[in-house]
């Protein structure tokens, strides 16, 4: 087994516009080799049509594949049916990644009052997802030794389930100034007012049918079947709960089939967050000082939606999403005295 290694590089320009605004660009690339993935040696062969009782383990004549009969349809027993072997899972590390990306960052500050820090990422990962190694038969449906249809496991590449194409982040930090007015200097001066917001765009998703349709018997690794997509609009109300893909685009395979959604090829609903805190400090003598802080979290109290259900096969999931992404509006306030 070889050791997972990764390469970086990047390149990057900064520059000074003026005393108070600071601005830089930065390429990042990564390419990750050696990645721990996984190959069954000893899969499931499709055969096709109809068989008499008896064949291939059948206790009735009917189709010659079933998912009752995977064990006697391996490579090694259809070459010794005494060997009753069941998985033979090969790791390895064949998996790459990489990843590529822009950064974008600026600094503005007015004075000693207001910081403004904003960065925004637009970039992409792509590769093999990695597999789950305890598991006998946790492996890509596209491999060598199965005969339902290629045999390139490059075709289960696809998004990273970790990326997201597009980042933005920004906080402001501001501070109230002093007044000339006696009474204005006390109420309005003093006050810090810290801002972030996030957004980026939705996860990665995996639509998969549910169920070993190609009857290769990688069990372990049945839910990375997938379906076949019908019609070129994937997604049907992204603004809905129930209907976030278009139901009617996919279509279950034909049994012995693999299906064409690639891996990772769709996207789940973006995210963004408010938050804020508000504080201040009041002298009361020379040593002695009282602070004021209060903070929300998602001050809006919206809706941070979750990722829709991906089983084509569960009818009531599938499409529908019933979890959020994110917490309700949260406010803590806090008083502190220092002497």
């Keep these: ?30 390419h990750i080799i050696h990645i721990q993935n996984a190959l069954e040696l000893n899969p499931a062969q499709y055969i096709p049509g109809n068989c008499v009782a008896g064949q291939y383990g059948l206790l009735a004549a009917g ?17 010794n049916p005494q060997a009753n ?55 890509h449906v596209h491999q060598p030794y199965q005969n339902n249809g290629s ?26 100034p002093g007044f000339a007015n006696h009474a204005m200097n006390i109420v309005a001066s003093g006050w810090s007012f810290s801002t972030i917001y996030t957004q980026r765009t939705g996860a990665p998703l995996n639509i998969i049918i549910g169920s070993d349709v190609a009857l290769n018997g990688f069990q372990g690794n049945s ?17 809905s709960l129930t209907n976030y893909f278009n139901k009617a685009a996919f279509a279950t395979t034909a049994a012995g089939t693999y299906g064409n959604v690639g891996a990772f090829s769709v996207i789940g609903p973006g995210f963004w967050e408010w938050d804020e805190a508000v504080s201040r400090q009041f002298r009361i003598r020379e040593t002695q ?47 502190k005295y220092i002497f």
Aim: proline letters at 3%; glycine letters at 10%.
């Design 151 to 176: 045999q390139d496991r490059n075709q289960d590449v696809g998004n990273c389930a970790g990326d997201r194409r597009q980042i933005l982040n920004a906080t402001i930090v501001a501070k109230t």
């Design 223 to 239: 839910g990375t079947q997938r379906p076949n997509q019908v019609d070129a609009h994937a997604y049907g109300d992204r603004k």
């Design 289 to 335: 000082t009282l602070e004021f802080r209060a903070e929300a979290f998602n001050v809006t109290n919206s809706l941070r939606r979750g990722n829709p259900g991906t089983t084509f096969s569960n009818a009531n999931t599938f499409a529908v999403i019933n979890t959020s992404a994110g917490g309700p509006r949260i406010l803590q306030f806090a008083l």
């Design 85 to 139: 072997l069941g998985y033979l899972t090969s790791y390895d590390t064949g998996g790459t990644q990489g990843y590529n990306g822009l950064l974008l960052n600026t600094n503005w500050r007015r004075g000693r009052n207001v910081n403004l820090n904003a960065n925004y990422t637009w970039s992409h990962c792509i590769g093999l997802d990695v597999i789950t190694l305890l598991n006998p038969g946790q492996n």
């Design 1 to 30: 087994m070889k050791t997972t290694t990764q390469y970086s590089w990047n390149f990057g320009i900064q520059h000074q516009v003026t005393r108070d605004l600071f601005v830089a660009a930065t390429y990042v690339g990564t």
């Design 63 to 79: 189709p010659c594949s079933t998912a009752g009969n995977v064990n006697q349809r391996r490579l090694l027993n259809l070459a």
